[in-house]
């Protein structure tokens, strides 16, 4: 599977566990692209998650958007996030 923005190969781990979030979890498409760009960065970072500056510059967004994406991921359960800078972590 590809990034929708960047166009970078997501691996075959992470194009696993996205497609399982997804199954269980009504996402938008933009909140689909976060997650990708989230475990597709994350694989890269060999499991380090990125920061908020790093998703948007790869999806090509402000941080403040991905921000509220991130939020919503938050909220529908499908990740968690403490005030540090790379704290993202998948909660399913």
Do not use: W, Y
Not at 16 to 40: I, N, P, S, Y
Not at 59 to 81: D, M, P, T, Y
């Amino acid at each position: 599977m590809r990034c929708p923005h960047c166009g970078t190969e997501i691996p075959s781990d992470a194009d696993a566990k996205l497609a399982k979030l997804c199954e269980r979890f009504t996402l938008t498409d933009r909140q689909r692209d976060v997650l990708a760009c989230f475990l597709r960065l994350r694989e890269e970072g060999q499991g380090v998650a990125p920061t908020l500056d790093e998703m948007g510059a790869a999806l090509g967004i402000s941080r403040v958007n991905v921000f509220e994406h991130v939020r919503a991921l938050q909220r529908k359960g499908v990740i968690k996030r403490s005030r540090s800078k790379r704290s993202i972590q998948l909660v399913a």
